[in-house]
């Protein structure tokens, strides 16, 4: 992209009580700069059983009864996220 597709501009009348200006920038974007990818579960794959069965296993393997303090309810709650994440780590794949 070169300087001369991004425009500005410094508004004066917006300044309210400050002194600062605002200053507005209008940069180009292209539809071939713009790429992104996103995970998902494709609700009719086996993928999907197979997520379900990873969280369902791994949330069997967590001690549930050892909630004494504050501390321990912060671990079980990672180890929960952590099984999910791992669960849907192993199952999901990207899309574009």
């Known amino acids: 992209m070169s300087y001369a597709q991004v425009l500005h501009c410094i508004e004066p ?3 309210w009580f400050s002194d600062h200006l605002p200053l507005l920038v209008n940069t180009l974007i292209l539809p071939e700069n713009i790429c992104f990818s996103r ?3 494709k609700c009719n794959s086996g993928k999907k059983n197979d997520f379900l069965s990873f969280v369902t296993i791994g949330l069997c393997t967590l001690n549930f009864s050892r909630l004494d303090s ?3 309810l912060d671990l079980l709650s990672k180890a929960v996220s952590r099984v999910i994440s791992n669960a ?4 999901c794949t990207f899309s574009l």
């Open 13 to 15: 009348d917006l300044r």
């Open 39 to 41: 995970k998902v579960l």
């Open 70 to 72: 504050v501390d321990d």
């Open 88 to 91: 849907w780590d192993t199952n």
